[in-house]
């Protein structure tokens, strides 16, 4: 489960602890503070048995339903030199705390490895600052302010009460400026330290490779005069950096991927055709766990029941006996005037008909001539050249002949290469329009939210509906508590993935690229709607008060930061139960993929083709744009809160967080789940610079509340911090993120085929040390992942082999190892036509 389904959970333990039982909106202190411990307590408890519930569910399941479970080592190389876990009900466990670093390196790539290092900076960073917390922190406020730092238990604790001033020590006041120069001090350090770790193991893991991807560059901005293979190569050579050793000019063919996405639907609903008639049904796991089927041989495409046709004998005894006894399905054909009219025909024929007419357009599209594109791939024949290329200017001339890294060959969105770049910018913008529209329309949805969740603010906007409240708790209970956790789920789930299908909609070209802006996109909701609006108008009363020392802002200019220091102390009870909610109650859930259990019976349910059959045993995918913005936003929760009374108990949960996580996302990303992009780590920049912002918000708000206590020369002591911090983030964007983006021309093994000037041999092109052979990572057409594999820069509807229906029958499997081998004996060099 994602962040966006379950921060609502976590509001209703909030919203719940705000409503207000008594008659007339009547409620005493002691109440309050009662009923948010039995709140805490009571997520405890649920969060422990539905994390446990699952825990032990998945080692109920995991060796019994290992199609789901350990799909990615069964149907991945990459995944098989892992050790084999063990069958028995915790042996697993152990096995896998054990696997190496550089075992996840070798198996899952680096965007694995630096996915896991996060999770190992957090735990290094979260321990220091619980021992912190518990050994000084803690101490000092109930020593000069009482607070034990448990929801509920602290007079005052939770709320502000504005007709009290407390007269606070000094030395009390004098703790938050200090821990905020150690803790900023800490996170900096530590994310150094692990920066040079992620930036040594990238240089020698790329370094030491000649694959295709990693001696290939990506072109654009080509004049139009240059737009051909051999001006491409002469160019490149001409700049006397390396030899050239092939050129992909892409060509605009949006006509044949509009033939060849037709083309698999068509052959879908001719598979669905045959399989009604045949009555197929999937073996059961008794008869060896097969999947039975028939690849149909290319050549011809009418396959009828008749035993003078020499095809039938593609049909076991067993299928032609049962489709003797059935009837033909038919489609309805829709034609005349406004297609008003319609005839049923038979479907079989129908499709069949439109399969042969639609090989016979593909065929004669392939040889067409198409209009070259300003984009081009590059493949050098070492990568120190290639590496020289990416990291100069190549033409003096602006907007022109830009050198980038290319992506691997499955990864190009084929797709985008031929948009022009003005299309390619305008949807660009128009999609960063958007967002910025949808920022202000998410925080005007919160705020209704935000004033239900206190009966007095409500009463001062809707004075009508609030008395109807006071005078029925069981209305007031079930609209405080109810309305604004239905609203919260709504928004919640709907937006990240409202945002990754506008990233897929903004012309880049790779999926990689893709995955790093939904990573952009979800974290600025999460942290800007559901950490900085929520928070600060996370209650009414503080909605509707800030509202009104804006009005003042001109006669005051603490009065945001006193909103903000409010907000977040009185908010520290959600964040906590959030927290609980988080890594006890749900993390086991991701483990046990409820999301995959849930949907799939209703996934078996649909599926009636052995194509569709095959296709439940697929590994489920994993999407880092889900899973770091939500990881980076809980490390940020930590560091804000990491000196107010609570931070022992946020920070605590926050490790078990990071804790768990590391070991159910290394479980999933090794053995079940699998990813198709592979960024070689480029995500670990973003999230430094993600971390900074935090630590930023976290003086923010120590500074805010000294305001708030009137310690103004103390709140003065930080602003050195603060930017401090601002030059720290931009020093390390100019010196560490280059060497997350490029090889290092010292890094790369000259003596390697490939990485200096010496040639590859074809057997070199794939250089493990990792057996991901990024190279040939399988790739989707039309949304289906297909058995070929791209190991050279082509647009896969030239060589994509055109065959026919999987027929239920025989266990058969798509033979694509010819594909290239027929490209390139029609092409004759094998370049782009």
């Not at 090989?359 to 024949?381: C, H, N, Q, S, W």
């Not at 559901?530 to 108008?537: C, H, Q």
């Not at 078990?656 to 290394?666: A, D, E, H, Q, S």
Request: contains cysteine; glycine residues 6%.
């Amino acid at each position: 489960m994602s962040l966006a389904e379950t921060a609502a959970t976590a509001v209703h333990v909030i919203a719940s602890s705000t409503a207000t039982n008594q008659p007339g909106g009547v409620h005493e202190p002691w109440q309050d503070q009662m009923k948010s411990q039995r709140d805490l307590y009571t997520q405890l408890v649920i969060s422990s048995v539905l994390g446990l519930g699952a825990f032990l569910a998945f080692c109920v399941l995991r060796p019994r339903w290992t199609e789901l479970y350990a799909a990615r080592r069964r149907q991945r190389n990459s995944a098989s030199h892992l050790p084999e876990l063990p069958d028995s009900f915790f042996g697993w466990i152990p096995v896998l705390y054990r696997i190496t670093d550089e075992q996840v390196l070798e198996s899952a790539g680096m965007d694995a490895y630096v996915f896991l290092s996060f999770f190992k900076f957090g735990i290094r960073f979260l321990s220091t600052l619980f021992v912190f917390a518990v050994a000084i922190i803690l101490p000092i406020h109930y020593t000069y302010g009482g607070k034990k730092g448990i929801p509920g238990s602290d007079n005052g604790d939770g709320g502000d009460d504005g007709n009290k001033k407390k007269v606070l020590s000094p030395n009390y006041l004098s703790m938050y400026v200090i821990f905020a120069y150690i803790f900023s001090g800490l996170a900096i350090y530590l994310l150094l330290q692990e920066t040079n770790k992620v930036i040594r193991t990238r240089q020698r893991y790329l370094g030491s490779q000649t694959s295709t991807t990693d001696r290939t560059i990506r072109l654009s901005g080509i004049p139009k005069e240059m737009r051909s293979e051999d001006n491409i190569k002469e160019f490149i050579e001409g700049l006397q950096i390396g030899k050239v050793e092939n050129v992909t000019l892409c060509r605009d063919w949006r006509e044949l991927d509009g033939l060849i996405d037709e083309r698999l639907g068509v052959l879908r609903n001719l598979e669905r055709s045959w399989t009604k008639y045949l009555g197929y049904k999937r073996p059961s796991r008794a008869n060896g766990d097969v999947m039975p089927m028939t690849w149909q041989q290319a050549g011809g495409s009418s396959l009828v029941l008749d035993d003078d046709n020499e095809r039938t004998q593609l049909l076991p005894d067993s299928a032609r006996e049962r489709a003797a006894h059935r009837k033909r399905p038919a489609v309805r054909i829709w034609y005349g005037p406004l297609n008003l009219r319609y005839r049923n025909i038979d479907a079989i024929d129908y499709f069949e008909e439109k399969l042969r007419n639609l090989d016979d357009t593909i065929l004669t599209a392939r040889r067409k001539k198409y209009t070259p594109t300003g984009l081009a791939f590059v493949t050098m024949e070492s990568i120190a050249a290639s590496q020289m290329v990416v990291q100069a200017i190549l033409d003096p001339h602006p907007m022109q002949l830009f050198a980038r890294l290319a992506p691997a060959p499955a990864d190009v969105v084929w797709r985008n290469t031929y948009v022009s770049r003005a299309r390619r910018m305008m949807q660009s913008w128009s999609i960063t329009i958007a967002i910025a529209f949808f920022t202000v329309f998410w925080s005007v949805l919160l705020i209704p939210v935000a004033y239900l969740l206190e009966l007095k603010t409500l009463h001062k906007v809707f004075p009508q509906l609030a008395d109807a409240l006071a005078r029925n708790p069981i209305a007031q209970s079930l609209v405080q508590a109810g309305l604004p956790t239905l609203a919260l789920s709504l928004l919640t789930v709907a937006v990240p993935y409202l945002y990754t299908w506008l990233s897929h909609h903004q012309g880049m070209m790779s999926g990689g690229d893709i995955e790093l802006s939904v990573i952009s996109k979800n974290f600025f909701f999460s942290f800007f709607n559901l950490f900085l609006v929520f928070t600060v108008f996370g209650t009414a009363s503080t909605f509707y008060g800030f509202w009104e020392n804006l009005r003042d802002a001109f006669k005051d200019a603490t009065t945001i930061a006193f909103a903000l220091a409010r907000s977040l102390e009185s908010f520290a009870p959600f964040y906590i139960n959030f927290l609980v909610l988080q890594s006890l109650g749900l993390f086991p859930f991701r483990l046990l993929e409820f999301g995959s259990v849930a949907m799939y019976p209703i996934n078996f349910f649909y599926a009636k083709t052995p194509r569709e059959y095959a296709e439940l045993t697929t590994p489920p995918t994993f999407s880092y744009g889900f899973s770091i913005p939500q990881t980076i936003f809980i490390l940020i929760i930590c560091v804000v809160y990491s000196v107010f009374p609570s931070s022992w108990l946020i920070c605590l949960f926050g490790l078990v967080y990071f804790t768990l996580g590391r070991f159910i996302y290394k479980y999933q990303l090794l053995y079940a789940m699998d990813h198709q992009q592979h960024s070689t780590g480029r995500a670990w920049p973003m999230i430094c610079s993600r971390v900074f912002v935090g630590l930023m918000v976290f003086q923010l708000a120590v500074i805010g509340v000294l305001a708030l206590s009137k310690a103004v020369t103390r709140s003065l002591l930080l602003v050195p911090l603060l930017g401090a911090t601002v030059w720290v983030s931009y020093w390390f964007s100019r010196s560490y993120e280059p060497l997350m983006k490029f090889i290092a021309l010292k890094s790369i093994d000259r003596n390697r085929p490939g990485g200096g000037d010496i040639s590859p041999s074809p057997s070199a092109t794939f250089s493990p040390p990792s057996g991901l052979e990024r190279d040939a990572l399988p790739i989707r057409v039309g949304g289906q992942e297909l058995g070929l594999k791209l190991s050279k820069y082509v647009n896969p509807s030239l060589i994509l082999p055109l065959h026919d229906a999987w027929l239920p029958g025989r266990s058969a499997a798509p033979d694509f190892s010819g594909a290239f081998a027929g490209y390139e004996a029609m092409n004759g060099s094998g370049e782009s036509v």
